[in-house]
Nanobody
């Protein structure tokens, strides 16, 4: 079994920063990619940013220049540094990872339970 546990959400004012963390644990052989998605009521979950094991990154247009994704492969951890937060960034943020577990050949997708980020104006 693989678990993803997020932390770092909270309530901030517009213009402030937050840093999210997500730790993967379990019978993990490798994690080809890790990322963050966000969801607001009535809308589908949307990509925020992903990072591959080699360090390549992809960002949603709405967060480019404000958010930075990074990972520590030794700790199976992914981070999301969120700067200059806006009220429209308010959402539940979910950690996502494609994980190759021990003795498996192909990666499987896993999700965390989410962490609330609220940005007040």
């Amino acid at each position: 079994q693989v678990q993803l546990v997020e932390s770092g959400g909270g309530l901030v004012q517009a213009g402030e920063s937050l840093r999210l963390s997500c730790v993967a644990s379990g019978r993990i052989d490798s994690i080809p990619n890790m990322g963050w998605y966000r969801e607001t009521p009535g809308e589908q979950r949307k990509l925020v940013a992903i990072i591959l094991s080699g360090g390549n990154t992809v960002y949603a247009d709405s967060v480019k220049g404000r958010f930075t994704i990074s990972r520590d492969n030794a700790k199976n951890t992914v981070y999301l540094q969120m700067n200059t937060l806006k009220p429209e960034d308010t959402a539940v943020y979910y950690c996502n990872a494609y994980v190759v577990t021990t003795n498996a050949r192909l990666p499987t997708e896993h999700w965390g339970r989410g962490t609330q980020v609220t940005v007040s104006s």
